[in-house]
């Protein structure tokens, strides 16, 4: 296999919650391969800071662009502005999701959990992921050149949640648990990725599914212990371990790969 096989050099990436703990590894990843890089989030501040920072580090391209997923104008416009700014897009990592902004509502039992909470976090992890990869897929198909679509899944999309790591457990000092819909929303991604594969394969644009295993991003160390313990590695993983399986799919060195669900786990699903 020959090492430019895997260079992005002329082109365009978006990455939906760029500014995100994976996200931002990621655009900083594809930069570092040549790729321009839209920073795409809803957090328009963090998503400027971290353009400049890989502007200024990969001195090339990067642009930040304010959007909310779960909002169909609001993608359309992030799609314009991308395309006027930096290119036609070639490489969508669809990886916006969300936990919601009381910890408290998110991590409620399921006998308890609220529909609007339920709503407000499939508005985000599924809509978004429909809303973005139709808006890109159909500007894919126009192009007439292919790409490649890449969405983020999780390792609870493909198994159950052992419900003891969570005895215990907290996150940035909230009891946590692994909500249903966070589950739910997750295993349809990879559902929905694999409709694409085979929706968009004529046209030479592929489609796969991310699995992160967990990452490390504020949980206490008893979450951290029993998650490890669960892992044939025996750790979480850190978020730049994420960028080889990105890049290789969003590359040519994938050119045969489509509608597959990669884990970057550790194991854990092996078990």
Same mark, same amino acid.
């Not at 703990?21 to 971290?50: M, W």
């Not at 909310?68 to 700014?85: H, I, K, L, Q």
């Not at 796969?208 to 212990?225: E, M």
């Not at 371990?241 to 489509?258: D, H, K, N, Q, R």
């Given at each position: 296999?020959?090492?430019?096989?895997?260079?992005?050099?002329?082109?365009?990436?978006?990455?939906?919650?760029?500014?995100?703990?994976?996200?931002?590894?990621?655009?900083?990843?594809?930069?570092?391969?040549?790729?321009?890089?839209?920073?795409?989030?809803?957090?328009?501040?963090?998503?400027?800071?971290?353009?400049?920072?890989?502007?200024?580090?990969?001195?090339?391209?990067?642009?930040?662009?304010?959007?909310?997923?779960?909002?169909?104008?609001?993608?359309?416009?992030?799609?314009?502005?991308?395309?006027?700014?930096?290119?036609?897009?070639?490489?969508?990592?669809?990886?916006?999701?969300?936990?919601?902004?009381?910890?408290?509502?998110?991590?409620?039992?399921?006998?308890?959990?609220?529909?609007?909470?339920?709503?407000?976090?499939?508005?985000?992890?599924?809509?978004?992921?429909?809303?973005?990869?139709?808006?890109?897929?159909?500007?894919?198909?126009?192009?007439?050149?292919?790409?490649?679509?890449?969405?983020?899944?999780?390792?609870?999309?493909?198994?159950?949640?052992?419900?003891?790591?969570?005895?215990?457990?907290?996150?940035?000092?909230?009891?946590?648990?692994?909500? %249903?819909?966070?589950?739910?929303?997750?295993? =349809? &991604?990879?559902? @929905?990725?694999?409709?694409? +594969?085979? #929706?968009?394969?004529? !046209?030479?644009?592929?489609?796969?599914?991310?699995?992160?295993?967990?990452?490390?991003?504020?949980?206490?160390?008893?979450?951290?212990?029993?998650?490890?313990?669960?892992?044939?590695?025996?750790?979480? %993983?850190?978020?730049?371990?994420?960028?080889? =399986? &990105?890049?290789? @799919?969003?590359?040519?060195? +994938?050119? #045969?790969?489509?509608? !597959?669900?990669?884990?970057?786990?550790?194991?854990?699903?092996?078990?």
């Amino acid at each position: 296999m020959k090492p430019e096989l895997f260079d992005l050099s002329g082109k365009v990436a978006v990455v939906t919650g760029g500014a995100g703990i994976i996200g931002s590894c990621v655009c900083s990843g594809l930069a570092s391969y040549g790729a321009a890089v839209a920073v795409v989030d809803i957090d328009a501040v963090a998503a400027t800071e971290l353009a400049g920072r890989i502007s200024e580090k990969h001195d090339g391209k990067a642009l930040a662009v304010e959007c909310d997923v779960g909002n169909p104008a609001s993608v359309e416009a992030m799609v314009e502005t991308v395309t006027r700014d930096i290119g036609e897009i070639d490489i969508l990592l669809n990886n916006a999701a969300m936990k919601c902004e009381n910890l408290e509502a998110f991590f409620a039992p399921y006998e308890d959990y609220s529909p609007e909470t339920w709503r407000d976090i499939m508005n985000v992890n599924i809509d978004g992921m429909f809303l973005v990869s139709q808006a890109v897929g159909k500007r894919m198909v126009a192009r007439g050149r292919g790409g490649s679509i890449i969405q983020t899944s999780s390792i609870y999309g493909i198994v159950a949640p052992d419900q003891r790591i969570y005895e215990g457990s907290e996150y940035m000092g909230v009891t946590i648990s692994l909500p %249903a819909v966070y589950a739910a929303s997750k295993a =349809a &991604v990879i559902g @929905l990725s694999q409709y694409l +594969a085979t #929706y968009w394969g004529e !046209q030479n644009i592929r489609v796969n599914t991310l699995v992160p295993g967990g990452v490390a991003s504020g949980q206490n160390d008893i979450f951290t212990d029993k998650y490890s313990a669960k892992v044939p590695m025996g750790r979480m %993983a850190e978020a730049d371990e994420m960028i080889g =399986a &990105v890049v290789f @799919l969003a590359s040519e060195a +994938a050119s #045969y790969v489509t509608g !597959q669900t990669l884990a970057v786990d550790g194991g854990f699903s092996a078990w």
